[in-house]
């Protein structure tokens, strides 16, 4: 497994943008797909976005235009783009490693997980 170590989470304004990053260590990072997910208070964790070694990304339904999901392969870290950021994107965010090319929306598809940073988005 590898670990992975969330960062970037923080308090913004509504509207605004932050960008979160996931650096992974512990074994290779090739071949991995990688997910974000977040979780509100209450609330079930839920699938952000998706992006595969190669590059290929998915995006819950509710997702796309706000967020980009990016990785740099050769600094083992993924970033996590929000834009236009709402009250309702307050959250903990976590990402999630897989071995394999597949990206999968489970939660239970994933193997290793971070720790998670929070956003919070201020009204």
């Known amino acids: 497994q590898v670990q992975l170590v969330e960062s970037g989470g923080g308090l913004v304004q509504t509207g605004g943008s932050l960008r979160l990053s996931c650096t992974a260590s512990?074994?290779?990072?090739?071949?991995?797909?990688m997910g974000w997910f977040r979780q509100a208070p209450g609330k079930e964790r839920e699938f952000v976005a998706g992006i595969s070694w190669s590059g290929a990304t998915d995006y819950a339904n509710s997702r796309k235009g706000r967020f980009t999901i990016s990785r740099d392969n050769a600094k083992y870290t993924i970033y996590l783009q929000i834009n236009s950021l709402k009250p309702e994107d307050t959250a903990v965010y976590y990402c999630?490693?897989?071995?394999?090319?597949?990206?999968?929306?489970?939660?239970?598809?994933?193997?290793?997980w971070g720790q998670g940073t929070q956003v919070t988005v201020s009204s």
């Open positions: 512990g074994r290779t990072f090739s071949g991995y797909s």
């Open positions: 999630a490693a897989r071995p394999g090319p597949v990206i999968t929306r489970r939660a239970s598809d994933f193997a290793s």
